[in-house]
Structures are given as C-alpha cells and as structure tokens.
C-alpha cells in the first residue's frame, strides 16, 4: 500500500471497541511497529480511506504516547477514538446514543487550597473539518457536546468526583478515559484532523455494572463505529495529491549533502542531523533526482 494513499487512524480502548470497528473492514493487512505496537490496516469499502485501526488500552497517558508513535510511524490524514463512555445527562443522552466530541476536556487539573479546590481547565476543541462533517452525515442521530476525560471509572452519580463535573464542567455530555491524551498527541502534531466519538454504554452511576451485564458497551461500540464510519462516508481527503506525505528519516541517505527538502510541501527545508550557519534564500524549485545509473 502506497504511503501517499488517503489514511484514517481511529484508535480503540477496548476489544469490543476494537471489534465494532473492525467489522466495517472486510480485508485488513497486520502491520507491527518496530517498538511491538501493532494495527490491522485496510480500505473502508466505498471510499477513498484507508483505514489502521489500533487497540490500545484503557487510560489518557497510555493513549497520549501510543498514539503519538503512532501517528510518527503511519502518519494519517485524520485520527478518530472511537468507544463507549458514560453518560452525565441521562435526561437527554440515553444509553445507545453516540456524543461527537466538540471539545474535550481534561478533568483533574487544578490547586488544592484552604478555600477548596480551584479548577485549572484543559480543553482542546475538535476538527471544525470533522465536527461539521459530522453535523452533516448524522444530523438528528448524535449528540453533539463536550466530552470530559478523567483517569477515573465514574460509577456513583453522588461522588466528589460526579459534583466537581456538575460544577465545574456542566456542559460535558459524556465522560471517558482516554479522549485527552489522544486529542492532546494530535494538538502537538501541529498538522492533524481529531475527533472523539463515544457511544453511550451507562450512566456514570451505582447502575454501571448492570449496564456493562447486560451487553450495553458492545452495543454502544456497534453505534460509535458506525457513527464513525458514516462521517469517513461524507468527509473526502483535502490535502492535493497528498503533498504531506512524511519527510524522509534522518538516516535517510538517498539524497546527498547536509540540505534536504522536506517533503511536506512549501518553501522548507530540513536539517536535521546538519550544521548550517548564515545567511540563505529559499526558493520554490521541482527538485528531482535524475537517475543517472
């Protein structure tokens, strides 16, 4: 499979996460990284997407470096966590319902002082690409609000940990585990489409072990993966011939002397594992290699 083609990332938690994804790719190829992390990659039928789906295991810090390597190593086009997560309005977001991510927000920054706990959010809005395309392809089928991450199982809608949601982020429709580090790793790319989507398997409260009994997270997965699969059906890759195809490595020696040209486009150039000192023009040429063997 050619690098330049069109690449989709969406990333998992949990196997039936994995599963409800997987079941949208009738032929994938398994790929392994060099450090043992491994994805299935294969065509979403239809569209011009090809698709890596990972697995990665619960939490925001092991999501935040694994998607990280991942992105340096298949460098996608767009990055997608697709999961469950609970809901905290049971009023108008119902088990079985899918929350788009319009923003994700970090629960557990702040100060502890003698006057209480003072809240120091972190938020990172989601691809206005794909949070309109998703407006677009589901309208009147999800949610579309603020999600809130946090290293914590909510199951006790009494909890400090519930309050310090209803004060402090009481437009989160849904909370989950995972959302900030995966969004946090696509902010410092500096170059990536990312967009959260959950399925709602419980409500955040004393009833989530009956839920998850009864088969809601898989269930809820089913409904994220289609979500997804419904907005990858209507968003169409924007970059023109794929010009951002990745910069060679450093230890890359196809092309000779200290100055390489990055290969992401533009007037740049890249100099890694170089000395430069000076003064220099840059100018917009067709370098080409000649094949002189």
Do not use: C
Not at 51 to 64: K, S
Not at 71 to 99: E, M, R, Y
């Amino acid at each position: 499979m050619s690098e330049t083609e069109p690449t989709v990332v969406i990333l998992t938690a949990l196997p039936s996460e994995y599963e409800a994804v997987r079941a949208h790719i009738p032929e994938a190829e398994e790929l392994e990284h060099d450090e043992g992390t491994r994805v299935e990659r294969g065509r979403l039928p239809d569209t011009p997407w090809h698709v890596a789906i990972a697995e990665l295991g619960p939490g925001a810090l092991n999501a935040a470096a694994l998607t990280e390597r991942i992105v340096n190593w298949l460098h996608p086009d767009i990055l997608l966590f697709v999961g469950v997560a609970g809901s905290l309005n049971k009023k108008d977001i119902k088990i079985g319902d899918v929350v788009v991510g319009t923003k994700v927000y970090s629960i557990h920054g702040g100060k502890q002082t003698r006057d209480g706990f003072q809240v120091r959010p972190e938020a990172w809005l989601s691809s206005y690409r794909l949070v309109e395309t998703a407006r677009f392809a589901l309208r009147g089928k999800v949610h579309l609000k603020p999600i809130a991450v946090g290293d914590v199982v909510l199951a006790d809608a009494k909890s400090e940990i519930a309050e310090h949601l209803r004060k402090h982020y009481n437009d989160a429709a849904a909370i989950e585990m995972e959302g900030s580090g995966v969004v946090h790793a696509a902010h410092l790319s500096g170059r990536l489409d990312a967009l959260v989507i959950r399925g709602i398997s419980d409500y955040a409260d004393a009833g989530k072990s009956r839920a998850d009994a009864s088969g809601s997270q898989p269930k809820a997965a089913d409904a994220a993966a289609a979500a997804a699969v419904a907005i990858l059906r209507k968003h169409r890759p924007t970059r023109a011939s794929r010009g951002g195809t990745p910069a060679p490595a450093a230890s890359d020696d196809s092309q000779e002397g200290p100055l390489r040209p990055s290969t992401y486009g533009g007037d740049h150039l890249d100099f890694r594992g170089s000395t430069f000192s000076g003064p220099f023009t840059a100018k917009s040429v067709n370098h080409r290699r000649e094949n002189t063997e």
